[in-house]
């Protein structure tokens, strides 16, 4: 089984709602990260979790809050977002994540969010 | 700096026609290279990747990519296309050596295949 799953697959929120998606991964993978994607541009990295211990912040404005409860779930609570944050949430995980690449990532379907 | 350069935006081929899917890169030593697929209102899914070993690499679909060390390519090709490998292609690259280990992706070609 090589899915990631995501809830909700379409969000919509105020800028002073509080919200959260919901990733879910049943491979064994030790690693998860959060990309956000503008249409037809590349997914930017946000966050990596490796052993569920955050490994990588990409300088993300604290409107946006990860968590990793156990090795298989991965939250990102959201907070007074900005309309520009209005993008596609991607959730993938890999086996592990060393720090020396070449780690291949799955990614879940996405949580397409608009903010209001 | 690593970098990755998709140098066309749309490629549009006829059904039945082969294909290929430009993709070149920059690293500091070693790369690891990746192609991805993004259908519509759909996540990234991996196609195949090169690590090292075998120039020419197969992956899921019919597709395979060839890893060329002296052009710094990695060309997505498919001997004939379909009408369902319409999508958005991402290349990516990670190293050992570069950027942590993160990858970095291209800003993906539109494939068009046309009946």
């Known amino acids: 089984d090589t899915e990631v799953t995501q809830t909700p697959k379409h969000l919509v929120m105020g800028m002073t709602n509080k919200k959260s998606l919901k990733c879910e991964q049943h491979m064994g993978h030790r690693a998860m990260y959060w990309y956000k994607q503008k249409a037809k541009k590349p997914p930017e990295l946000m966050f990596v979790?490796?052993?569920?211990?955050?490994?990588i912040n990409e300088s993300v404005p604290s409107r946006f809050s990860p968590e990793c409860p156990n090795s298989s779930l991965l939250n990102l609570h959201l907070h007074a977002l900005q309309p520009e944050d209005s993008a596609l949430y991607l959730c993938?995980?890999?086996?592990?994540?060393?720090?020396?690449?070449?780690?291949?990532?799955?990614f879940g379907p996405g949580t397409r969010l608009l903010v209001l | 700096a690593q970098s990755v350069a998709q140098p066309e935006d749309q490629v549009n081929v006829a059904e039945g026609n082969p294909l290929t899917v430009k993709c070149t890169y920059s690293?500091?030593?070693?790369?690891?290279l990746f192609w991805y697929v993004q259908y519509p209102n759909r996540g990234l899914q991996f196609l195949l990747k090169?690590?090292?070993?075998?120039?020419l690499v197969k992956g899921s679909y019919g597709f395979e990519a060839e890893f060329n060390k002296s052009q710094t390519s990695f060309h997505l090709k498919k001997p004939s296309a379909l009408v369902s490998d319409s999508a958005l292609y991402f290349c990516a690259v990670s190293s050992l050596t570069t950027n942590a280990g993160k990858s970095t992706f291209g800003d993906g070609t539109t494939l068009t295949v046309k009946p």
């Open positions: 993938a995980s890999s086996q592990d994540f060393s720090g020396q690449g070449g780690e291949t990532q799955y």
């Open positions: 090169y690590i090292t070993g075998d120039n």
């Open positions: 979790y490796s052993y569920e211990k955050l490994s």
């Open positions: 690293v500091s030593g070693n790369p690891y």
